[in-house]
């Protein structure tokens, strides 16, 4: 059952306020399965670019069909949850992710197009719950703590994406691994033996994680939670204010920063393994590098609770631009340098990422109020930049090297620098 929760009521009651507690617990449960899921695309990378014997720009392709679903599918989404609602819609958004983990089964046993098709009805299902659930949350309590309370949930999808690299290396990359050169001089027959056995790795942890998702769908098809609705719609229609949430040049720029962010938080991520398996760097295995990139999604866990506690006393904007301005002179430290410090620059940007997203996020939804739904739309289909940032990193990481190549993630935080500057008072009396 669901009750009706307007976003400008305030908690008053002990009960109101256990509500709401219950409630984030369960959708955080969502960030946590989301997070895994992302995360294990880092994974999958280096794994399918040796089985196929890939280029950079060709492996990029999961990241391309991954995120390029939040594009195509968000504005669906969000009207989709505008019909059935925010429960319902995450519902829905778990079934499909459950079955483009099912898909993984059959995809192993054919083509790399396969494994390309799973994995874009797998982002699809978890692009309706970035739909439901990111607004969800900041509705769950007091508009100035929204960004506070959106990275305290994000840290648990942070730690989705810390475990999820350790049990994917495990799991996925515990095998002798063979180099391109090294396929390529096994016999035709022994080369088809290699690829299906290599694919055969993926089968059971997908199937184990669609298990997963379906028994989520049916405890929140009958979990008890609040039923979000905008005490503001009632007097939409007579509104003669900025009604367009279109003309919201904070949501715009909010847009454009969850573009940037996620490209170079995903461009970063994708390249992590083959980065530090460099010889100049670390030359790990792909088995070993795993372990290592959970320190890059770890650092954001750790962050955030960081961040949570930060943000109670300073302003979401400054906080944006100091993590903005760190993460670009860790990753130039990274380009120009060698060895470990060049492998621990690149793994601590993590912990600069820790709050970008919740933080752009609720900024850009702030006063956004029965438009939030369409602003929620339009910010997950900006999650694009996830597709498409990788996807040109990888182009110069084949043309000019990979180290090289780093500059792109670093051209991104240096716009997301500036916007946290431009709203650093967003939340103060007089910000609009």
């Known amino acids: 059952m669901e009750t009706s929760l307007p ?104 083509s790399y197009a396969l494994f390309l098709l799973a994995f874009f009805v797998l982002a699809s299902g978890i692009t309706i719950l970035q739909v439901a659930a990111n607004p969800y949350v900041t509705v769950l309590g007091e508009a100035k703590t929204a960004s506070s309370r959106l990275t305290l949930t994000q840290a648990f999808n942070s730690l989705g994406t810390t475990v999820a690299p350790i049990l994917g290396g495990i799991l996925i990359l515990s095998g002798a691994a063979l180099t391109a050169v090294e396929i390529n001089q096994l016999p035709a027959a022994e080369q088809v033996t290699y690829r299906a056995s290599a694919g055969a790795a993926v089968q059971m942890p997908y199937l184990m994680l669609a298990g997963a998702l379906l028994l989520l769908a049916v405890l929140f098809a009958f979990a008890r939670l609040p039923k979000i609705t905008h005490a503001e719609e009632a007097g939409a229609a007579d509104s003669s204010a900025r009604t367009s949430v279109l003309s919201h040049s904070h949501l715009l720029m909010g847009a454009i920063g969850i573009f940037l962010y996620v490209g170079g938080e995903v461009s970063i991520g994708s390249f992590l393994i083959n980065f530090l398996g460099e010889s100049d760097v670390g030359g790990l295995t792909p088995a070993v590098a795993a372990h290592y990139v959970s320190f890059y999604w770890g650092g954001a866990m750790v962050g955030r609770f960081i961040g949570f506690a930060v943000m109670r006393k300073v302003s979401p904007g400054k906080t944006l631009a100091f993590n903005s301005a760190a993460a670009i002179i860790l990753i130039l430290t990274a380009i120009y340098s060698h060895g470990s410090m060049a492998m621990w620059a690149i793994l601590a940007v993590g912990l600069c990422n820790s709050i970008m997203f919740p933080t752009i996020f609720s900024m850009a939804l702030n006063k956004l109020g029965p438009l939030t739904g369409q602003g ?24 000019i090297g990979l180290h090289t190549s780093f500059y792109v993630p670093a051209a991104c935080y240096t716009f997301i620098l500036y916007f946290g500057i431009r709203y650093a008072g967003m939340y103060s009396t007089k910000a609009d």
């Open 376 to 399: 929620s739309g339009i910010l997950c289909m900006a999650i694009v930049g996830g597709a498409l940032v990788p996807f040109l990193q990888g182009y110069l990481a084949d043309s």
């Open 7 to 110: 976003t400008t009521a305030a908690v008053t009651s002990d009960g109101n306020a256990r509500s709401q507690t219950s409630s984030l617990v369960i959708v955080t449960i969502l960030f946590f399965m989301w997070g895994f899921l992302t995360s294990l695309n880092d994974v999958l990378i280096p794994h399918l670019k040796s089985i196929y014997t890939l280029s950079y720009v060709q492996a990029t392709l999961v990241q391309f069909c991954f995120f390029g679903a939040y594009f195509i599918v968000s504005l669906p989404a969000g009207m989709l949850i505008k019909k059935i609602g925010y429960q319902h819609g995450a519902v829905t958004g778990l079934v499909i992710a459950a079955t483009g983990c099912a898909m993984f089964y059959p995809a192993s046993m054919g």
